[in-house]
């Protein structure tokens, strides 16, 4: 479980990025944090995360948490399996090599992501997308229940979009707390049962199909959008459409 109460951030000692953020990720759920750029989103899950320590409020985390940064061009000289095996540090110990069990959770990871073929690649061979995907992969072979993943579509094709979100959902089956930042409405749509916007008028929190609305995503983003539901499978869902406009 994952708690934030009146957390505020702000780089400087004046300027705040955001004030009074409050929400709880149970296990099992996820929340989707949405907002224009440089609104906070990657401050506020960093926060979450225990990457950056809030100016004020508080963050409670019943256990560890994984972190998934975006990914940009490292430039770590690792192979793909060493960087997911990094996740396993805490189970592996320090001045201890990882042993099977950890190659073992380490492989499993990258099965799950759909990236073992990846494995002896060096990292910063990779593309954007693949690096995003072994990233994925290190935070779920860490084996924490609560999972902190910063805009984890960003460079993905949409084959691997949906593979993330699916195996997100997977994760949350079993009982994993999941936060997330996202520019994709449609996902946190798909995905999240509540929902953190990060507006200039202040953060608004609430369950993610009333919050993602046609009204508050068009104030939020500042274009035309429209919600609509589509058939997928036995569920009905809903996603966004953006009003181009224009010529
Ligand atoms: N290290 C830093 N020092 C000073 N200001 C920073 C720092 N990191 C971010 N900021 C500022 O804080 C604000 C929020 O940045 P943040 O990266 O959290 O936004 P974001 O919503 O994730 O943006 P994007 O959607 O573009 O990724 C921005 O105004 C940004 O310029």
Redesign the pocket.
């Known amino acids: 479980m994952l708690e934030l109460n009146g957390v505020g951030f702000g ?2 000692r004046t300027d705040w ?1 955001f004030r009074d953020v409050s929400f709880q990720v149970l296990p099992g759920t996820a929340t989707a944090v949405l ?10 899950v960093r926060c979450a995360a225990g990457l950056l320590n809030p100016v004020e409020g508080s963050v409670t985390r019943a256990a560890r948490a994984g972190y998934v940064p975006q990914a940009h061009g490292s430039t770590f000289a690792y192979r793909a399996l060493d960087m997911v095996l990094m996740g396993r540090a805490r189970q592996i110990g320090l001045f201890r090599s990882p042993g099977a069990a950890d190659q073992a959770a380490s492989l499993e990871a990258m099965d799950r992501v759909g990236i073992v073929g990846l494995r002896s690649r060096f990292f910063t061979t990779l593309s954007g997308g693949e690096q995003q995907l072994v990233l994925i992969a290190r935070a779920i072979a860490a084996g924490c229940p609560v999972l902190v993943l910063d ?1 984890p579509a960003t460079g993905l094709d949409l084959k691997n979009q949906v593979r993330v979100l699916r195996l997100l959902r997977e994760l949350m089956t079993d009982g994993m707390a999941v936060l997330l ?1 996202t ?1 994709h409405p449609d996902h946190a749509l798909y995905l999240a049962d509540r929902a953190v916007l ?1 507006t200039p008028g202040g953060p608004r929190t609430g369950d993610a199909l009333e919050l993602l609305s046609e009204k508050e995503l068009t104030a939020l983003y500042g274009v035309g959008v429209s919600t609509m539901a589509y058939a997928d499978g036995r569920n009905t869902r809903r996603t966004v459409v953006v009003h181009y406009g224009g010529r």
């Open positions: 780089y400087g990025v907002g224009p750029n440089g609104s906070g989103k990657t401050t506020l805009e930042s520019h990060l």
